[in-house]
């Protein structure tokens, strides 16, 4: 946590939100950073026959803009938040260095309504990422603050085009405006879904691309609580990569479990005539619902899939299993279910769900105990036990962990920052503490993180 006394220090009376970036680098450098990001409120059309009034994004005029990176480039990234209330900026899967995490209090404070913050880090690891604010997360991320990030990796894979998706839904209603971003209901058990399908804040796209090419499709759920498996149906499509980590093998585009924060990379060889529009198909018990169609166009590039290169591992440690101390986590109801603290990241006013028994009190200062504590360089293998009837996708700041083995199902050795704890599974992960500091943990349906289901493990450098 961020010690206290110590900001107090530095600042003294006169100090400003501007020039407290203590660990980080505050943003009135001379230098303009790589990346510029606005947060906003704006007014914009999802719906055909409306303008959806108080969204928020990264730019003052539009959708959130893709951010792309290099991977083992280091880069810089001014936030300014234009919006009426705090917020501060989390990105999701990065292994970088603890003071640029953006969780408030824990790395830094939250940049007030008028303030910018700069990021600055070196993305480890190529793949497909997110970022969104950790500050009044449901309020924020509902409304549209959820953005698609892409780091590239050294070699060129050969692809014709790579075109990531942000695939989320909205709350809205018939006039196309927010209804109630949640029902305390839902809350408490597995969430409350959207109205509106989207993908990259557009209902129902078509998206062309060129007939018989290579296309790199990155899904992203960004989604604040649909849990959802998809389908690629037409062309040829091969998933490539889960949650940033390529797989071993190519497995068929079909029946992608992916929950919110989750990430698949489609290798989609495009079919060569102009009828065959191939479907991005999010599948539901009450009928499928195609979010995309991609249409081919012009003559065909005549491309193989076969042509492309295998994407190179990322460079993260695998775990020493033999020697790796376990540690237990238990999912749970709350058990007192206490009203959370105020405080500037806001509340939803209700604690329904715990960690170890504890509910997360609210983004306070605290300082709070971590739920465990890591020694640095040292295997551990998380025993996660869910004893609700609710899935829960469990997000781990700062490390990627691997996928043991679960009570319910055989896992794939997947490298991941999320995993869907399914209702009632019991599943151990590893993962190598390899990086200092205190990383949220918390659960990525986010009335569920907001309402108790949220912690922080402490790996001691
Ligand atoms: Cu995607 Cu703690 O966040
Ligand atoms: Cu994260
Ligand atoms: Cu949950």
Known sequence: ???????????????????????????????????????????HRIMPDAITKNMMSFSPDGPPPVLRFKQGQKTSIDVTNNLDEASVVHWHGFRIANAMDGVPYLTQYPIEAGQSFRYEFTPPDAGTYWYHPHCNTLEQMARGLTGVMVVE????????RDLPLNIRDFRLGGDGQFISLFKPRSAARSGTLGTV???????DPVLELEAGSLVRLRLAVTDVTRVGTYDITGGEAQLIA?????????????DILLSPGQRADV??????????????????????????????????????????????????M??????????EFVFGWSPEGDAPQSSLCGTLGYTFWSINRKAWPGDLPGPFDPLATMKMGKSYILRLRNETPNDHPIHLHGVSFQLLRS??????????????????????VALVADNPGDWAFHCHVIEHQKTGLAGFLRIEG
């Open 153 to 160: 990796e050294e070699e060129d894979p050969g692809f014709d």
């Open 267 to 316: 290798a989609l060889r495009v079919p060569d005539s102009e009828e065959e529009i191939v479907n991005l198909v999010l599948k539901r018990s009450n009928g499928n619902r195609v979010v995309a169609r991609f249409r081919p166009k012009g003559p065909s590039a005549r491309r193989d899939l076969r042509e492309l290169k295998p994407l190179p591992q990322n460079p993260v």
């Open 197 to 203: 399908s989207t993908v990259n804040w557009e209902m």
């Open 1 to 43: 946590m961020l010690d206290l006394s110590r900001r107090e220090f530095l600042l003294g009376s006169a100090g400003t939100a501007a020039a407290f970036a203590i660990g980080g680098v505050a943003a009135s450098h001379a230098a303009a950073a790589d990346h510029a990001l606005t947060l906003a409120s704006l007014d």
């Open 407 to 428: 009570n319910k199902r055989k896992l794939p050795p997947l490298i991941t920052d999320t995993a869907l704890l399914q209702k009632e599974e019991t599943m151990d």
């Open 318 to 327: 695998l775990p020493d299993l033999k020697n790796a101390e376990v540690m």
């Open 242 to 254: 889960l949650d940033s980590n390529p797989l071993p093998e190519p497995l068929p585009a079909t």
